[in-house]
């Protein structure tokens, strides 16, 4: 009868220790996916700030006055974000035709479709993110 009292603690602790991971395990992987979707999200924002960066330096490259300006930026705005299959491009607005002596501001937004990565178990949905970059040319510039 010892044995059996005993046999029968062993068991009940090990169906604890089974019940304890099945509760852990699967907690701790949410954690650890939450964890990488914040780090896919600034990743995001960084990649989109960049963007915008050179969007505003690429429209202070045009000649002054023309249109341009808008041109160089959309395509630079367009070819930066290309390569980032999670990011869909939004507008880019503001980036008006370059006067010397004034301050190109550029406004790009870009969605960060969640489902193109691991993470989109996660975050199931896309999320709209936004950047603001001003740019000006220098004085020396001859034009």
């Known amino acids: 009868m010892i044995r059996t009292s005993r046999s029968r603690a062993g068991s009940r602790q090990r169906g604890q ?9 699967p907690l701790l992987l949410l954690f650890v996916l ?4 914040v780090l896919v999200r600034i990743e ?7 963007a915008t960066s ?13 249109m341009l300006s808008h041109e160089y930026a959309n ?3 367009q070819g930066t974000l290309r390569q980032y299959g999670y990011l869909q491009p939004g507008p880019l607005d503001g980036c008006d035709a370059y006067v010397p002596a004034q301050t190109v501001t550029c ?4 969605t960060l479709d969640y489902r193109q990565t691991p993470m989109g178990l996660v975050v199931p949905f896309p999320l709209h993110i ?14």
């Open 17 to 25: 220790a089974l019940l304890e991971t099945a509760i852990t395990v």
């Open 34 to 37: 939450g964890f990488l979707a």
């Open 54 to 66: 050179l969007a505003a330096a690429a429209a202070v490259t045009a000649p002054a006055g023309s």
């Open 75 to 77: 395509q630079t705005w």
């Open 107 to 110: 406004r790009g937004s870009a």
């Open 44 to 50: 995001a924002q960084v990649e989109l700030d960049a």
């Open 130 to 143: 936004q950047s603001v970059a001003t740019a000006q040319s220098s004085r020396y510039r001859s034009r």
